[in-house]
């Protein structure tokens, strides 16, 4: 098997070191930070421990089939608790008038339907039938597209994806917005349907309606909350890679992928997965000369035709250990779950690049985003775990943030989640736990955040009104005076920790050209032995999204050719049985999700491979 470097320790890249590993590759992660975690992280500050990132369980089926391969389970590495109600929806109040009570989303499809009837007669029926179609839309999604690596035309060409071509081609052609307000009037329940587009990284008018089936998730099978929150599922995942053999090295910042001229004839050597990995822009073109019968894997002399060699191989990946050293860790396979723009413009030389500065301007990035973490004294009743606050006038708050002229919305349509409704590890015994987020542009210039108050004007004024909104909206008017712990994270924060493109919370927005085949995919095509994985990559944004990134990988690597998931197999190592899940209490987490020092925790022990450079 090979050494294999992997940059970054979040979902995605722990989730790839763990099913490297488990094939038996020799793997090591380098992480710049001094947690692992990645935009997954975590803060605690008397008392209270914040996620500072995801926070809607959603799409288990994904998680399920992850820790398959890995011979485990959800139920044995999570305690999940499903959550009734799912959520609650306030709006903007008419001027002068006081907040009306929020629309509650409760658990289950049926109740669902009841709510949704209650506020618009008829309207059960239509959002039966629009779930079934969100359910359908999501199989076919997870049988064919999320998990294809495109390296191949022939696992999509099957007659089920033919009969439904033609309601395929209508949900790419028309946006999300327009697909649901041909089917329901109530401008609250249109915003139930179509606010999911911006955890997708865009807006309901520039979604395209095949995002409909994120419905299926939230209202149809429910929403579900991991006790410790997204952080333990970070601390499974590394612990799984770990027990897997896997060596992760902290304050570890890397300054180069290196690589060197891809060399042809005796003294050759071919990297894995290199071979029959192929982009899918020359995919359609590649199948169409393949073999005539699927047995025969002679390829045709069209494919040799098109099949353009990599010029370039990977030798490994330079990197500055938290002791201020300079080393080299050499490698035959090198994944990055960085962000790609960073990888791609920032990691690689000119001539390795296959996503350079003027790709990137013709892309779209998703919103940026103000995070605001609350630690508030005595409980608060008027909130379940989940809270979302949607502006009356929803067009202009969405143009605020993705039009030509961008600013932050006033007032803004804003996320809450309180886990300290579900978790009483997150928060001190009734005390409660609140994380807001404000969708803004993903522009570094509005600030950065920090600890009471102390970051740029702009993100703390923005701070202060989500704060004084919730307080109206909900109905909570002593909400300020009752914060005991405030902290704050701007977009400046995500560019410079995360060395996220314009300082965005996701990466490029799920629009129809950054979408499935069309987004950047897991391989460079520039550079043998080179992958990639996260959210700025293929499938996209979201949790789930980075732990299918990793499949990809592991995929192109062992040149499957597959659309759907991979069936789980023993592993070659030696560990026979999961790593029992530690409780959620002996985690500990960074005090500051942005330390200033990545050199203030010693590195772990480097790669046998690692050496320092002069």
């Not at 907040?99 to 959002?127: C, H, K, M, N, Y």
């Not at 030389?349 to 998703?366: I, K």
């Not at 530690?582 to 005090?591: K, N, Q």
Request: hydrophobic share 35%; glycine share 10%.
């Amino acid at each position: 098997m090979s050494r294999v470097v992997i940059i970054g320790a979040g979902v995605a890249g722990l989730a790839t070191a763990a099913l490297l590993a488990h094939q038996g590759h020799e793997v090591e992660v380098l992480e710049g930070r001094d947690d692992v975690g990645g935009r997954a992280g975590s803060l605690t500050r008397d008392g209270f421990r914040f996620d500072t990132g995801p926070s809607w369980y959603l799409m288990p089926e994904v998680f399920e089939h992850f820790f398959e391969l890995l011979g485990t389970s959800s139920a044995e590495q999570l305690d999940l608790r499903t959550l009734d109600p799912g959520y609650a929806v306030f709006s903007e109040p008419d001027p002068g008038a006081p907040a009306s009570p929020p629309v509650i989303i409760p658990r289950g499809q049926d109740a669902v339907e009841r709510v949704f009837e209650s506020r618009e007669p008829g309207s059960s029926t239509a959002l039966r039938s629009y779930l079934d179609s969100a359910a359908r839309t999501s199989r076919l999604a997870q049988e064919y597209f999320l998990y294809n690596p495109y390296t191949r035309l022939r696992p999509i060409l099957t007659p089920e994806i033919t009969r439904s071509l033609p309601d395929l081609a209508g949900l790419l052609t028309q946006s999300l917005a327009g697909y649901i307000s041909r089917r329901f009037r109530d401008p609250v329940l249109r915003q139930v349907l179509g606010y999911p587009a911006v955890f997708l990284g865009t807006s309901p008018d520039r979604a395209p309606a095949m995002y409909h089936l994120m419905s299926a998730f939230d209202l149809a099978e429910g929403v579900q909350y991991p006790i410790g929150g997204f952080w333990e599922l970070v601390c499974r995942i590394e612990d799984l890679a770990r027990a897997e053999g896997v060596r992760i090295t902290t304050g570890a910042r890397v300054t180069q992928i290196t690589t060197d001229a891809r060399t042809t004839g005796p003294g050759s050597r071919e990297v894995p997965g290199s071979t029959d990995s192929r982009d899918a822009g020359s995919a359609a073109a590649r199948d169409a000369g393949s073999a005539t019968s699927p047995g025969d894997r002679r390829p045709h002399p069209l494919g040799r035709l098109l099949r353009r060699p990599r010029p370039r191989r990977v030798t490994g990946v330079s990197w500055r250990s938290a002791d201020g050293r300079d080393r080299h860790t050499e490698a035959e396979i090198v994944v990055s779950a960085a962000d790609l723009h960073h990888t791609e413009t920032r990691l690689l030389a000119p001539n390795a690049r296959s996503y350079p500065e003027r790709w990137w301007r013709r892309r779209v990035s998703g919103p940026g985003a103000v995070l605001v973490m609350l630690g508030v004294r005595g409980r608060l009743p008027e909130l379940p775990h989940h809270s979302l606050f949607f502006t009356r006038d929803w067009d202009t708050n969405f143009a605020a943030i993705f039009g030509d002229a961008p600013r932050i919305p006033d007032p803004a349509s804003i996320y809450l989640c309180k886990p300290s409704q579900t978790d009483d590890t997150v928060a001190p015994e009734g005390d409660e736990n609140l994380f807001v987020l404000v969708p803004v542009p993903a522009d570094p210039g509005l600030g950065h955040g920090g600890p009471d108050g102390t970051g740029s004007p702009t993100i703390e004024r923005t701070a202060d009104a989500a704060i004084d909104q919730i307080s109206r909206w909900a109905g909570i008017p002593d909400l300020a005076s009752r914060i005991l712990v405030r902290h704050t994270v701007g977009p400046q924060d995500f560019a410079d920790q995360y060395h996220s493109w314009h300082g965005g919370m996701l990466g490029p927005g799920h629009i129809l050209r950054q979408s499935a085949m069309f987004r950047a995919q897991n391989q460079s095509r520039r550079v043998d032995g080179l992958y990639y994985a996260g959210a700025t990559t293929a499938p996209g944004v979201g949790v789930p999204m980075c732990l299918i990134s990793a499949e990809l990988v592991l995929k192109r690597i062992t040149g499957d050719h597959s659309a759907g998931p991979t069936a789980p197999h023993p592993s070659p190592t030696t560990r026979t049985s999961p790593v029992p899940p530690p409780a959620s209490s002996v985690r500990t987490s960074s005090p500051h999700p942005f330390p200033a020092d990545p050199s203030a925790s010693d590195p772990s022990p480097t790669h046998a491979a690692s050496k320092e450079t002069p």
